[in-house]
């Protein structure tokens, strides 16, 4: 079954709009947790590593303050697009790490964003 | 991180071995050997990782050479299901830096009937 569960699987927004993406760990509690996104015909790059009960780490070219993420609890990591435009439309990912797993990830299914 | 090479794409037809290579010559000796798929429009899937050895699982095999500067990995009976992009990654299994993965382009497989 599912290890990771994300939601929602697909969301269209008008632009000057704010988006929440939930992801969730359905089999243990994580405190990391990842957060990529993938544009048409590209790789998954990493946005920002989530971390239970501090500020996350973003990768460089990265805005925090458009991409805020809070994770508020061992199974909850949230992405908030902040003011979406259509350049931010894209496939949203989130993922987690099994401590004593040599650094196996588990995959959301994903989120569809499509700014107009 | 240790940079991977991998074919951009490759063929294979149903019922038989896919066999998909990935060189990484500058792996350091405590980085791993990982392998995820993605299918369209769908999360990655972890494979199967490993350090030195040959590992085995229910999805596939992987096969490092000695000087583990090249790996394989084995679908040994291909389904039309596992058309997808299959991505090597190499990375350290702890360490500060623990967790992030860093992808490629992968290489494309296509299973044909």
């Known amino acids: 079954g599912a290890v990771v569960s994300q939601h929602p699987s697909w969301v269209i927004c008008k632009s000057g709009t704010s988006v929440k993406i939930e992801c969730r760990s359905l089999d243990f509690q994580a405190t990391t947790m990842f957060w990529y996104r993938q544009f048409p015909k590209q790789s998954l790059m990493l946005m920002a590593t989530s971390n239970e009960g501090s500020k996350a780490t973003y990768e460089q070219g990265v805005e925090k303050d458009k991409f805020l993420i809070n994770h508020a609890s061992l199974t909850l990591s949230t992405l908030t697009v902040t003011s979406a435009h259509p350049e931010d439309s894209s496939f949203y990912i989130c993922?987690?790490?099994?401590?004593?797993?040599?650094?196996?990830?588990?995959f959301g299914a994903g989120t569809r964003l499509s700014v107009l | 991180d240790a940079k991977t090479t991998q074919p951009p794409s490759m063929d294979c037809a149903e019922g038989r071995a896919a066999n998909l290579p990935c060189n990484h010559s500058?792996?350091?000796?405590?980085?791993?050997v990982y392998w995820y798929r993605q299918i369209h429009s769908q999360g990655p899937q972890y494979i199967i990782h490993g350090l030195k050895n040959n590992e085995t699982n229910e999805m596939a095999s992987l096969i490092i050479t000695e000087d583990r500067k090249s790996s394989t990995l084995i679908l040994p009976h291909a389904t039309l299901r596992d058309t997808a992009v299959y991505y090597c990654i190499v990375r350290a299994a702890g360490g500060t830096s623990y967790g992030k993965l860093t992808f490629g382009q992968g290489t494309i497989l296509t299973v044909h009937p």
């Open positions: 993922s987690v790490s099994r401590t004593g797993t040599k650094n196996i990830q588990y």
């Open positions: 500058t792996i350091s000796g405590n980085e791993y």
